[in-house]
T-cell receptor, first 113, second 111 residues
């Protein structure tokens, strides 16, 4: 089945230690998104790639970076995680701008010690 | 500015009941509306997608309706089961291709 896959499912890092989360997709969608979700809140868009074009949300901290080496893979890099960055990180894909629907992976739960 | 509201924030019903979850939006100029389900500590699962030209979509025991003129969507769940317990979120694609989220309704189905 075509899907969006996130690894790892759980990630524990230390305060200030860089961490990378990964996402892959077999849907062949050209748009990939990274969302941050904290407990009992709606997902918050960090950035997205439309093909190779990177689009950063205005309020996304510089501490968060992303790479998309090819259509199938996308990475979220947190350069110096703080305690406030502990959250669920969700990867999603869509075809074009999204009105065809958004498809999510199972998420990576990040803990910062 | 588009705003999406889901009321109630939480709902608890006995198993077997039919129920309706509500989603309202302030600007009728939308491309589509999507309902998601989220289990605790998990990602989001897409349930139903309604295009702006459609009035409803059905999948199994789920039926989602859309009334753009009144800015409302409902998710109807028939014959609820304990496995339906989850948080249900709706989101709309607005005229600027931005996805605007509701805060979700936490549903508990009591056996």
């Amino acid at each position: 089945d075509a899907m969006v896959i996130q690894n790892p499912r759980y990630q524990v890092t230390q305060f200030g230690k860089p961490v990378t989360l990964s996402c892959s997709q077999t849907l062949n969608h050209n748009v990939m998104y990274w969302y941050q979700q904290k407990s009992s809140q709606a997902p918050k868009l960090l950035f997205h790639y439309y093909d190779k074009d990177f689009n950063n949300e205005a309020d996304t901290p510089d501490n968060f970076q992303s790479r998309r080496p090819n259509t199938s893979f996308c990475f979220l890099d947190i350069r110096s995680p703080g305690l406030g960055d502990a959250a669920m990180y969700l990867c999603a894909t869509s075809r074009d701008s999204g009105p065809g629907g958004l498809f999510f992976g199972s998420g990576t739960q990040l803990s910062v010690l | 500015k588009q705003e999406v509201t889901q009321i109630p924030a939480a709902l608890s019903v006995p198993e077997g009941e039919n129920l309706v979850l509500n989603c309202s939006f302030t600007d009728s100029a939308i491309y589509n509306l999507q309902w998601f389900r989220q289990d605790p500590g998990k990602g989001l699962t897409s349930l139903l997608l309604i295009q702006s030209s459609q009035r409803e979509q059905t999948s199994g025991r789920l039926n989602a309706s859309l009334d753009k003129s009144s800015g409302r969507s409902t998710l109807y769940i028939a014959a609820s089961q304990p496995g339906d317990s989850a948080t249900y979120l709706c989101a709309v694609w607005d005229s600027n291709y931005q996805l605007i989220w509701g805060a979700g309704t936490k549903l508990i189905i009591k056996p």
